[in-house]
């Protein structure tokens, strides 16, 4: 991701099973890749299923899930949501969990694979990650398939895609035998940070809190996708179809339609995963081994060699967000 990996907490437990890795299931067929285009588009996707950020009790988890699924209805948004399925916890909580994550089945999304519990590829084992990858997969591979799909997609947590070429291509052979593509994410806006403040004063009920929180977020969504758009003009001479990384939270719970609103007026469709990947952009080539979780645009761009975008002026969180954020640290 494009802010400062220094406020990313890794996640170390890392679970090793000791099962036979169910069968992978067969990729669909990809589309034709699209000509280039001069019409804005975009891809949602929705990471840290159940809920991102602060774990939840189920009512508000739940109460937050119905009103984020509500807006992608009333939008006509499609979008893929990524699971990590350690959040549906074991025991009697599971049950309810599991029901929440139904919601998303229910509305039509396609889930797909954030690991089982969120480690870092940059500090886990590859085996390690590899078994947390597989230990994931049981609950979302029986939603999907309860509407007639495969699990087909997968997102790296925090972006990592390794620190070297050889643990990309290990990584890259593991995934693509178990069917999967990976995820890229071109728009970042770190919602992940004004979440923790946001749901933060939701919880102690300060309203004075969360209104300049939410529309500061609001405010940065808009400039992020400026910058974004800037440096997509700057590496392509065009738009390209956009995949955009939000999480499964409060924040957006309560501002998506905001978001909506500012890719509408800037002439931007709706558009799903499939449709962005026949983007040509998406076959650049990616030799990224950085430690941070960055935009494929950073990734094409650090690739070339030729530095065509200042990525110093990426917009950061304002003094008082990031303020109150350390604060919840």
């Not at 007639?148 to 947590?157: D, E």
């Not at 738009?239 to 409060?250: C, D």
Request: a negative charge; aromatic letters at 10%.
């Amino acid at each position: 991701m494009l802010s400062p990996s220094t406020l990313r907490v890794a996640v170390l437990l890392t679970l090793v099973i000791g099962c036979t890795p169910a069968a992978a299931t067969a990729p669909a067929p990809a589309p034709a890749p699209a000509p280039a285009s001069d019409t804005p588009a975009v891809a949602v996707t929705f990471d840290d299923l159940i809920v991102g950020g602060r774990d939840l009790e189920p009512a508000r988890t739940e109460a937050m899930t119905r009103a984020l699924l509500g807006h992608l209805r009333d939008g006509a948004v499609p979008t893929v949501g990524f699971v990590n399925a350690a959040k549906l916890q074991d025991g009697p909580a599971k049950t309810e969990r599991l029901r929440i994550l139904r919601l998303w089945t229910e509305a039509g999304v396609e889930l797909g694979n954030h690991t089982f519990s969120h480690p870092s590829l940059h500090a886990t084992a590859v085996a390690d990650y590899e078994a947390d990858v597989i230990r994931g997969e049981p609950e979302i591979r029986e939603l999907n398939a309860s509407r007639g799909l495969g699990l087909r997609w997968f997102r790296h947590p925090y972006l990592h895609t390794g620190t070297s070429i050889e643990v990309r291509a290990e990584i890259d052979r593991f995934l693509a035998e178990r069917g999967y593509t990976v995820a890229p994410v071109t728009v970042d806006n770190s919602d992940w940070l004004y979440n923790f403040v946001y749901t933060d004063a939701k919880s102690r009920g300060d309203g004075e809190t969360m209104r300049r929180v939410g529309e500061a977020f609001v405010a940065s969504m808009e400039a992020a996708l400026t910058f974004h758009e800037d440096a997509t003009a700057a590496l392509f001479g065009r738009p390209i179809r956009h995949v955009l990384l939000l999480h499964a939270n409060e924040i957006n719970a309560e501002y998506f339609d905001d978001i909506v609103a500012i890719y509408r007026r800037r002439g931007y469709r709706f558009i799903t995963l499939d449709e962005a990947l026949t983007d040509p952009a998406y076959r650049e080539a990616d030799r990224f081994t950085g430690a941070s979780g960055v935009s494929w645009l950073y990734r094409w761009d650090w690739t070339r060699g030729r530095k065509q975008v200042d990525w110093r002026a990426e917009p950061e969180p304002p003094a008082f967000v990031q303020a109150l954020f350390d604060a919840s640290q």
